[in-house]
């Protein structure tokens, strides 16, 4: 993601384990990357647009809270389209 390599957070992680993957959307680009450090393993989701990069990090143990609170949006904006 960083020219040197490094994560966006800086944390130093490994080489994801479980791969990644990516999506484009309009102008932006995300990267879905699994990973793992010394303190469990992660996804690092990162935002590229225009060569700024934002990250985000859920820790494993909260993926499938993300994943509900993500289907409860898209839920409800297809309930709102006419």
């Not at 990644?20 to 680009?29: G, N």
Request: charged content about 25%; glycine content about 10%; hydrophobic content about 30%.
């Amino acid at each position: 993601m960083q020219p040197d390599g490094q994560s966006a957070a800086g944390n130093g992680s490994n080489p994801p384990p479980g791969g990644a993957a990516s999506v484009r959307v309009e102008r932006k680009h995300f990267t879905f990357d699994l990973r793992e450090n010394p303190r469990g393993k992660f996804l690092r989701i990162t935002e590229e647009v225009g060569g700024r990069y934002d990250t985000i990090i859920v820790p494993v143990t909260g993926l499938e809270q993300f994943r509900d609170a993500l289907n409860e949006v898209i839920r409800l904006n297809n309930s709102q389209k006419p």
